[in-house]
């Protein structure tokens, strides 16, 4: 079945690092979501994706989207101890109405 | 206020019960959405229903059932047939196309003793 695979899993950084997680499909998307978790809480959009190629921005985040629509990637720049959480991808196949598959997640931690 | 609700936050059950978890959302959306997350398998899903009355087996549904009689509310059965039930569960909805916006509700902590 459709898999979208989330790496790393876990990552530690300290405060003021960059820190980056990686989206792959096995199938191309429709389009792509990320979501945040703080811990002991639930995920929370940031943002979508639609176009091949496209970048979008949200303040030290920064999203892009593979041109063949296959992978995503989420950059922070300068990490702060805010952006402690687990980051999601999830997607969407072309053929696919209203049913996210989600990555497994990256786990950030950001050391003071 | 709008907003989706889970209830209750923690639930405690002895092997072999039956559980309700409740999904409430005031948010006018069409769809709604069960996932299970464990520690380092992110959220798979459950069951899913688009509209009022119908609804649709997830990855994981075995063990599972779940009702749609009001557009408002989707609880989920975890029964006794579910072979490792202890989990966070998350109940989400959208207006209904790929494209749209999840929104989550806080959760249910399930232990089964």
């Known amino acids: 079945g459709q898999q979208v695979m989330q790496i790393p899993q876990y990552q530690h950084v300290q405060e003021g690092e960059d820190f980056t997680t990686y989206c792959n499909s096995s199938t191309t998307l429709s389009n792509i979501q990320w979501y945040k978790q703080r811990p002991g809480g639930h995920p929370v959009f940031l943002i979508q994706l639609v176009k091949s190629g496209e970048v979008k921005k949200q303040k030290r985040l920064t999203f892009q989207f593979g041109e063949a629509k296959k992978n995503s990637s989420l950059h922070i720049t300068a990490t702060q101890t805010t952006d402690v959480g687990t980051y999601f991808c999830?997607?969407?196949?072309?053929?696919?109405?209203?049913?996210?598959?989600f990555g497994q997640g990256t786990t950030l931690q950001v050391k003071p | 206020d709008g907003g989706i609700t889970q209830s209750p936050k923690y639930l405690f059950r002895k092997e072999g019960q039956n559980v309700t978890l409740s999904c409430e959302q005031n948010?006018?959306?069409?769809?709604m959405y069960w996932y299970r997350q464990d520690p380092g398998q992110g959220l798979r899903l459950i069951y899913y229903s688009q509209i009022v009355n119908d609804f649709q087996k997830g990855d994981i549904a075995e063990g599972y059932s779940v009702s749609r009689e009001k557009k408002e509310s989707f609880p989920l059965t975890v029964t006794s047939a579910q072979k490792n039930p202890t989990a966070f569960y998350l109940c989400a909805s959208s207006l209904g196309h790929a494209t749209d916006t999840q929104y989550f509700g806080p959760g249910t902590r399930l232990t089964v003793l």
């Open positions: 948010l006018n959306h069409d769809a």
């Open positions: 999830a997607g969407t196949r072309s053929s696919n109405t209203g049913k996210l598959i």
